[in-house]
Protein backbone atom coordinates (compact mmCIF):
# COMPACT_ATOMS: atom_id res chain seq x y z
CA UNK A 1 0.00 0.00 0.00
CA UNK A 2 1.32 3.12 -1.26
CA UNK A 3 1.22 6.60 0.89
CA UNK A 4 0.96 9.83 -0.47
CA UNK A 5 2.70 12.60 0.50
CA UNK A 6 1.04 15.99 1.36
CA UNK A 7 3.69 18.63 0.93
CA UNK A 8 3.31 21.03 3.54
CA UNK A 9 4.23 24.99 2.74
CA UNK A 10 7.59 26.44 4.65
CA UNK A 11 7.57 29.33 6.70
CA UNK A 12 9.57 30.97 4.47
CA UNK A 13 7.92 30.30 1.09
CA UNK A 14 5.11 33.39 0.41
CA UNK A 15 2.19 31.87 0.78
CA UNK A 16 2.67 31.14 4.10
CA UNK A 17 1.82 35.17 5.05
CA UNK A 18 -1.48 35.50 6.03
CA UNK A 19 -3.44 38.02 4.36
CA UNK A 20 -4.01 40.43 7.37
CA UNK A 21 -0.23 40.40 7.79
CA UNK A 22 -0.72 41.72 4.03
CA UNK A 23 -2.88 44.40 4.02
CA UNK A 24 -1.95 46.00 7.60
CA UNK A 25 1.35 46.84 5.54
CA UNK A 26 0.13 48.39 2.95
CA UNK A 27 -2.97 50.70 4.55
CA UNK A 28 -2.26 54.32 4.74
CA UNK A 29 -1.90 55.97 8.14
CA UNK A 30 -5.18 57.66 9.80
CA UNK A 31 -5.84 61.58 9.15
CA UNK A 32 -6.44 63.44 11.96
CA UNK A 33 -9.77 64.82 12.43
CA UNK A 34 -10.32 68.41 11.26
CA UNK A 35 -10.98 71.20 13.36
CA UNK A 36 -14.08 73.74 12.52
CA UNK A 37 -13.75 76.82 14.30
CA UNK A 38 -16.93 78.16 14.83
CA UNK A 39 -18.77 81.21 12.96
CA UNK A 40 -18.64 84.38 15.45
CA UNK A 41 -22.70 84.05 15.86
CA UNK A 42 -22.51 80.34 17.09
CA UNK A 43 -19.39 81.03 19.33
CA UNK A 44 -21.60 83.95 20.70
CA UNK A 45 -24.74 82.08 21.59
CA UNK A 46 -22.75 78.86 22.84
CA UNK A 47 -23.83 76.16 20.13
CA UNK A 48 -22.65 74.02 18.21
CA UNK A 49 -21.62 75.28 14.63
CA UNK A 50 -23.18 73.23 12.21
CA UNK A 51 -21.31 72.36 8.47
CA UNK A 52 -24.34 73.97 6.59
CA UNK A 53 -24.74 77.22 9.58
CA UNK A 54 -26.56 79.63 7.43
CA UNK A 55 -24.41 82.28 9.88
CA UNK A 56 -20.61 81.42 9.35
CA UNK A 57 -20.46 82.55 5.78
CA UNK A 58 -21.52 86.36 6.94
CA UNK A 59 -20.25 85.92 10.17
CA UNK A 60 -16.65 84.75 10.35
CA UNK A 61 -14.97 84.29 13.70
CA UNK A 62 -12.41 87.25 12.99
CA UNK A 63 -15.20 89.40 13.50
CA UNK A 64 -17.62 89.28 16.67
CA UNK A 65 -18.13 92.71 16.56
CA UNK A 66 -20.35 92.26 13.55
CA UNK A 67 -22.53 89.67 14.85
CA UNK A 68 -23.00 91.34 18.74
CA UNK A 69 -24.40 94.46 16.60
CA UNK A 70 -26.65 93.28 15.06
CA UNK A 71 -27.51 90.36 17.00
CA UNK A 72 -28.27 93.68 20.04
CA UNK A 73 -31.38 95.20 17.79
CA UNK A 74 -32.93 92.57 15.47
CA UNK A 75 -32.31 89.09 17.52
CA UNK A 76 -30.36 85.43 16.10
CA UNK A 77 -33.95 84.10 15.50
CA UNK A 78 -35.03 87.17 13.56
CA UNK A 79 -31.75 87.13 11.33
CA UNK A 80 -31.80 83.41 10.36
CA UNK A 81 -35.15 84.11 9.26
CA UNK A 82 -34.30 86.92 6.88
CA UNK A 83 -31.11 84.85 5.46
CA UNK A 84 -33.17 81.65 4.87
CA UNK A 85 -36.12 83.69 2.92
CA UNK A 86 -33.32 85.58 0.52
CA UNK A 87 -31.16 84.30 -2.08
CA UNK A 88 -27.61 83.42 -1.28
CA UNK A 89 -26.90 86.00 -4.35
CA UNK A 90 -28.43 88.93 -1.57
CA UNK A 91 -27.36 87.39 1.37
CA UNK A 92 -24.34 89.74 2.25
CA UNK A 93 -25.79 92.96 1.15
CA UNK A 94 -28.46 91.99 3.41
CA UNK A 95 -26.62 91.49 6.78
CA UNK A 96 -24.61 94.52 5.73
CA UNK A 97 -27.74 96.58 5.48
CA UNK A 98 -28.95 95.08 9.17
CA UNK A 99 -25.40 95.47 10.28
CA UNK A 100 -25.07 99.08 9.11
CA UNK A 101 -28.83 100.00 10.42
CA UNK A 102 -28.23 98.43 14.09
CA UNK A 103 -25.15 100.54 14.28
CA UNK A 104 -26.95 104.00 13.87
CA UNK A 105 -29.85 102.68 15.98
CA UNK A 106 -27.40 102.28 18.39
CA UNK A 107 -25.74 105.54 18.09
CA UNK A 108 -29.04 106.76 17.49
CA UNK A 109 -32.41 105.08 19.36
CA UNK A 110 -34.89 107.87 18.36
CA UNK A 111 -34.21 108.05 14.64
CA UNK A 112 -31.94 105.10 14.27
CA UNK A 113 -30.41 105.00 10.14
CA UNK A 114 -33.25 107.48 9.00
CA UNK A 115 -31.52 110.59 11.26
CA UNK A 116 -28.37 109.44 9.30
CA UNK A 117 -30.19 109.51 6.06
CA UNK A 118 -31.21 112.93 6.74
CA UNK A 119 -28.28 114.50 8.17
CA UNK A 120 -27.13 113.09 4.58
CA UNK A 121 -29.72 114.44 2.25
CA UNK A 122 -29.38 117.94 3.75
CA UNK A 123 -25.72 117.93 3.27
CA UNK A 124 -26.21 116.55 0.07
CA UNK A 125 -29.17 119.75 -0.54
CA UNK A 126 -26.42 122.40 1.07
CA UNK A 127 -23.75 121.09 -1.73
CA UNK A 128 -26.69 121.18 -4.41
CA UNK A 129 -27.24 124.85 -3.70
CA UNK A 130 -23.48 126.05 -3.54
CA UNK A 131 -22.99 124.49 -6.73
CA UNK A 132 -26.29 126.52 -8.14
CA UNK A 133 -24.48 129.88 -6.84
CA UNK A 134 -21.21 128.83 -8.05
CA UNK A 135 -22.49 128.13 -11.51
CA UNK A 136 -24.82 131.43 -11.79
CA UNK A 137 -21.70 133.46 -11.15
CA UNK A 138 -19.89 131.69 -13.77
CA UNK A 139 -23.00 133.11 -16.26
CA UNK A 140 -22.63 135.98 -14.74
CA UNK A 141 -19.11 136.31 -15.26
CA UNK A 142 -19.75 135.18 -19.11
CA UNK A 143 -22.23 137.36 -19.94
CA UNK A 144 -19.92 140.71 -18.33
CA UNK A 145 -17.36 139.40 -20.96
CA UNK A 146 -19.20 139.47 -23.76
CA UNK A 147 -20.91 142.69 -22.85
CA UNK A 148 -17.06 144.26 -22.41
CA UNK A 149 -16.09 142.19 -25.68
CA UNK A 150 -19.34 144.38 -27.44
CA UNK A 151 -18.28 147.39 -25.71
CA UNK A 152 -14.86 147.51 -27.17
CA UNK A 153 -15.49 146.00 -30.41
CA UNK A 154 -18.26 149.15 -31.22
CA UNK A 155 -15.93 152.02 -29.51
CA UNK A 156 -13.17 150.66 -32.19
CA UNK A 157 -15.89 150.88 -35.01
CA UNK A 158 -16.99 153.79 -34.05
CA UNK A 159 -13.32 155.93 -33.43
CA UNK A 160 -11.98 158.16 -36.65
CA UNK A 161 -8.70 156.55 -37.88
CA UNK A 162 -5.88 158.01 -36.75
CA UNK A 163 -4.74 161.01 -38.68
CA UNK A 164 -1.12 160.41 -41.00
CA UNK A 165 1.77 162.28 -39.53
CA UNK A 166 2.29 165.49 -41.34
CA UNK A 167 5.59 166.48 -42.79
CA UNK A 168 7.11 169.62 -40.88
CA UNK A 169 6.98 173.13 -42.32
CA UNK A 170 9.94 175.21 -41.17
CA UNK A 171 8.72 178.91 -39.78
CA UNK A 172 10.17 181.66 -41.36
CA UNK A 173 11.77 182.41 -38.30
CA UNK A 174 13.74 179.01 -38.06
CA UNK A 175 14.78 178.85 -41.41
CA UNK A 176 16.48 183.06 -41.00
CA UNK A 177 17.90 181.46 -37.52
CA UNK A 178 19.11 178.11 -39.22
CA UNK A 179 20.65 180.46 -41.99
CA UNK A 180 22.54 183.17 -39.99
CA UNK A 181 25.14 183.74 -42.95
CA UNK A 182 22.58 184.09 -45.51
CA UNK A 183 19.95 186.18 -44.35
CA UNK A 184 21.50 187.40 -40.00
CA UNK A 185 24.34 189.34 -41.65
CA UNK A 186 21.84 191.65 -43.57
CA UNK A 187 19.30 193.41 -41.65
CA UNK A 188 17.57 195.03 -44.98
CA UNK A 189 16.63 191.84 -46.33
CA UNK A 190 13.44 192.03 -44.27
CA UNK A 191 12.86 195.43 -45.42
CA UNK A 192 14.00 195.07 -49.20
CA UNK A 193 11.31 191.62 -49.07
CA UNK A 194 8.26 192.75 -47.79
CA UNK A 195 7.25 189.57 -45.76
CA UNK A 196 4.02 190.65 -45.08
CA UNK A 197 3.42 189.14 -48.72
CA UNK A 198 4.35 186.12 -48.31
CA UNK A 199 1.12 186.20 -45.54
CA UNK A 200 -0.98 187.96 -47.54
CA UNK A 201 -4.25 185.94 -48.02
CA UNK A 202 -5.77 185.35 -51.69
CA UNK A 203 -9.00 186.64 -52.76
CA UNK A 204 -11.71 184.77 -52.52
CA UNK A 205 -12.84 185.61 -56.28
CA UNK A 206 -11.14 186.88 -59.11
Given at each position: ?6 A???A ?38 A????L ?17 V ?13 P ?6 A ?22 I ?31 V ?18 H ?6 F ?11 P ?5 N ?13
Amino acid sequence: MEHSEVATPSASSPQSLSPKSSSSSTSPPPTPPVVISPCAACKILRRRCADKCVLAPYFPPTEPTKFTIAHRVFGASNIIKFLQELPESQRADAVSSMVYEASARIRDPVYGCAGAICQLQKHVNELQAQLAKAQAEVVNMQLQQANLVALLCMEAAQSPPSPQPTPHHQSVDDFIRDSPQSYGSNPSFLEDNNLESLWEPEPLWT
